[in-house]
T-cell receptor
Framework: NAGVTQTPKFQVLKTGQSMTLQCAQDMNHEYMSWYRQDPGMGLRLIHYSVGAGITDQGEVPNGYNVSRSTTEDFPLRLLSAAPSQTSVYFC?????????????FGQGTRLTVV | AQSVTQPDIHITVSEGASLELRCNYSYGATPYLFWYVQSPGQGLQLLLKYFSGDTLVQGIKGFEAEFKRSQSSFNLRKPSVHWSDAAEYFCAVGDQSASYDKVIFGPGTSLSVIP
């Protein structure tokens, strides 16, 4: 029972590089989200999706793109990495919006931008 | 604006002692409330949630939380802490005022357990 799978677990990027963080879930959840976790700030919502083909911005969307071509996958793209994007990134899925149902989280991707 | 505060950044308790982690929220309507736990190097896992009904909520791993509307609080408790409880704990409030039922997380409380 895999749940939510994120890859990679660790990544170091140079400023200006681009990359894609992968997220896949096998629970047939409609709702998926990306968060970043920074010390003392809890988790902040980057982008979310309420179903295949539907995405929207969260609290801190600048510098990130998402797409949702299937129910299972929700990749996060960093267009041109900046040191301010050094963070731990979590993908989450849920039956409905995460303010109204349990969210299932991946194990996270620790990203360092140098 | 909706918000969640966790006044204690870090707490240290002895194994076997009782634990209470504080959480206060600001929300205009009756809130949905959550406690999540994050073990080192892991994602978040739901401990318990309050949607309605009994204000004392039981969760996994022996945790419970009490919703007090008059105090806008949702404190997490455990009568006897185990070393494996050392982790980061996040209180969260569900915000259903927008088109997406989003959740707002508090800053977290880091728990250390002394053997």
């Amino acid at each position: 029972n895999a749940g939510v799978t994120q890859t990679p677990k660790f990544q170091v990027l140079k400023t200006g590089q681009s990359m894609t963080l992968q997220c896949a879930q096998d629970m047939n959840h409609e709702y998926m989200s990306w968060y970043r976790q920074d010390p003392g700030m809890g988790l902040r919502l980057i982008h979310y999706s309420v179903g295949a083909g539907i995405t929207d911005q969260g609290e801190v969307p600048n510098g990130y793109n998402v797409s949702r071509s299937t129910t299972e996958d929700f990749p996060l793209r960093l267009l041109s990495a900046a040191p301010s994007q050094t963070s731990v990134y979590f993908c989450a899925s849920s039956y409905r919006g995460q303010g109204a149902s349990e969210a299932f989280f991946g194990q996270g991707t620790r990203l360092t931008v140098v | 604006a909706q918000s969640v505060t966790q006044p204690d950044i870090h707490i240290t308790v002895s194994e076997g002692a009782s634990l209470e982690l504080r959480c206060n929220y600001s929300y205009g309507a009756t809130p949905y409330l959550f406690w999540y736990v994050q073990s080192p190097g892991q994602g978040l896992q739901l401990l318990l949630k309050y949607f309605s009904g009994d204000t004392l909520v039981q969760g996994i791993k022996g945790f419970e939380a009490e919703f007090k509307r008059s105090q806008s609080s949702f404190n997490l408790r455990k009568p006897s802490v185990h070393w494996s409880d050392a982790a980061e704990y996040f209180c969260a409030v569900g915000d259903q005022s927008a088109s997406y039922d989003k959740v707002i997380f508090g800053p977290g409380t880091s728990l250390s357990v002394i053997p």
